[in-house]
Antibody
């Protein structure tokens, strides 16, 4: 079955960077899209951006350009998101989700990872 | 950005009742291919979101047919018939017609 396994919770200091991972199984990663999202607890969901594993092509929400960088490693079927210059406003739960390229919706989701930015 | 407005923000319903959730977009969600990329998701307490309905009215795999979606252009509705305890959580509409993709503010369903 399809699985998206995200890395564990992170506690990072302001100004630092963090790299989140999303390891997939159960489908053909190399020809798929992966989207990333931010959710502050108790609030709605924001779309950060998307990457096509086939060629590494990306699309970002303008709000997150310069903040998030999406990459993939097709050899391990894993997607990554780098978050840089972290501030307390970046404290949130981050999700990855497979984006179905036929029906254009978010199909399977990772379990989410809490990133806490605190000194 | 396309603004997605969901109402009501919360609902309290007894088991077996039916409910409807509205989602209105600030722009038409009809894409140049003629299709409408409006979707519904459920986030159960403490869990990640789960897809329910895609492209307005198509049930995701394994989603019970108590769920149904209707609408067009800028006005959409999710209906849950015969609510069950497992249906509690926050329901979101989301659009993938326009970049950036956007979500509604959510409707919290509680069971009486």
């Amino acid at each position: 079955q399809v699985k998206l396994q995200q890395s564990g919770a992170e506690l990072v200091k302001p100004g630092a960077s963090v790299k989140l991972s999303c390891k997939t199984s159960g489908y053909t990663f190399s020809t798929s899209y992966m989207s990333w999202f931010k959710q502050i607890p108790g609030q709605s969901i924001e779309w950060i951006g998307m990457i096509y594993a086939g060629d590494g092509g990306t699309g970002y929400n303008q709000k997150f350009k310069g903040k998030a960088t999406l990459t993939v490693d097709t050899s391990s079927s894993t997607a990554y998101m780098d978050l840089s210059s972290l501030t307390t406003e970046d404290s949130a739960v981050y999700f990855c989700a497979n984006y179905d390229g036929t029906y254009y919706y978010f199909d399977y989701w990772g379990q989410g990872v809490m990133v806490t930015v605190s000194s | 950005d396309v603004v997605m407005t969901q109402t009501p923000p919360s609902l309290s319903v007894a088991i077996g009742q039916s409910v409807s959730i509205s989602c209105k977009s600030s722009q038409s969600l009809v894409y140049s291919d003629g299709k409408t990329y409006l979707h519904w998701l459920l986030q159960s307490p403490g869990r990640s979101p789960k897809r329910l309905i895609y492209q307005v009215s198509n049930l995701g795999s394994g989603v019970p047919d108590r769920f149904s979606g209707t609408g067009s252009q800028k006005d959409f509705t999710l209906k849950i018939s015969r609510v069950e305890a497992e249906d509690l959580g926050v329901y979101y509409c989301a659009q993938t017609t326009h970049f950036p993709f956007t979500f509604g503010s959510g409707t919290k369903l509680e069971i009486k």
